[in-house]
């Protein structure tokens, strides 16, 4: 069975903090996808990241950044610099191998950004 | 531009009053899902279809119905709502498999219901 876990269920931070958001996650297959998904207060979902199981490389994108450890099944997410529209809801999914139709989401980490 | 639409955003409605929520894409995918959103739980996959008239169920399919006659539209049938239906219900979109760019399950924007 696949698994997602967030253990930070509320983190809040001030403006220009880094803020890392953990993600754990458990699967027995070899070939696999990770995503990391924002759903700002207007409800949306918001595609952010997608990680394929074969591909360790850290990935930044101006102040996102992933860390994705196979090692400790871990696929953490580390904004730079925070700011108050980054305060949302964010979510780590796994799907299973190629053409896997079930997303098995983490139940979300709440990020307030204070000013 | 690529698109998932779900209508209506919101809706209150009473035990045992028939509804569907609509969903379609643009994207000319395949798959389809339907996810419902609960505190604490994140989002809980309630049925998925591969194509037309291909249909399974997810983790929570109780109480749901769905069709795909149709490959942009998927609608989600509440044959008859009770009050722990009342959640947030997304619509997903994705390409095909494996390595794809289009491999990304893009969401609509949900619709927002309450079962009194």
């Known amino acids: 069975a696949q698994k997602v876990t967030q253990a930070q269920t509320e983190i809040s931070v001030v403006e220009k903090e880094d803020v890392t958001l953990d993600c754990v996650y458990e699967t027995r297959d070899t070939t696999y996808y990770l995503f990391w998904y924002k759903q700002p207060p207007s409800g949306e979902l918001v595609f952010l990241i997608r990680r394929n199981s074969f591909d360790e490389q850290n990935e930044i994108s101006g102040r996102y950044s992933w860390n994705f450890q196979k090692s400790t099944s871990s696929f953490n997410f580390t904004i730079t610099a925070s700011q108050v529209v980054d305060s949302a809801v964010y979510f780590c999914?796994?799907?299973?191998?190629?053409?896997?139709?079930?997303?098995?989401f983490g139940p979300g980490t709440r990020l307030s950004v204070l000013p | 531009e690529a698109q998932v639409t779900q209508n209506p955003r919101y809706l209150i409605t009473v035990t045992g009053k028939k509804l569907t929520v609509t969903c379609s894409q643009n994207?000319?995918?395949?798959?389809m899902s339907w996810y419902r959103q609960d505190p604490g739980l994140g989002l809980r996959q309630i049925y998925y279809?591969?194509?037309?008239?291909?249909?399974d169920k997810g983790d929570v399919p109780e109480g749901y119905k769905v069709s795909r006659k149709e490959k942009r539209n998927f609608p989600l049938i509440l044959e008859s709502p009770s009050p722990n239906q009342t959640s947030l219900y997304f619509c997903?979109?994705?390409?095909?498999?494996?390595?794809?760019?289009?491999?990304?399950?893009?969401f609509g924007a949900g619709t927002r219901l309450s079962v009194l």
């Open positions: 994207m000319n995918h395949e798959y």
């Open positions: 999914a796994l799907v299973q191998d190629n053409y896997g139709q079930n997303f098995v």
């Open positions: 997903a979109s994705r390409g095909p498999g494996g390595g794809s760019p289009k491999n990304i399950q893009y």
């Open positions: 279809s591969m194509n037309v008239e291909v249909t």
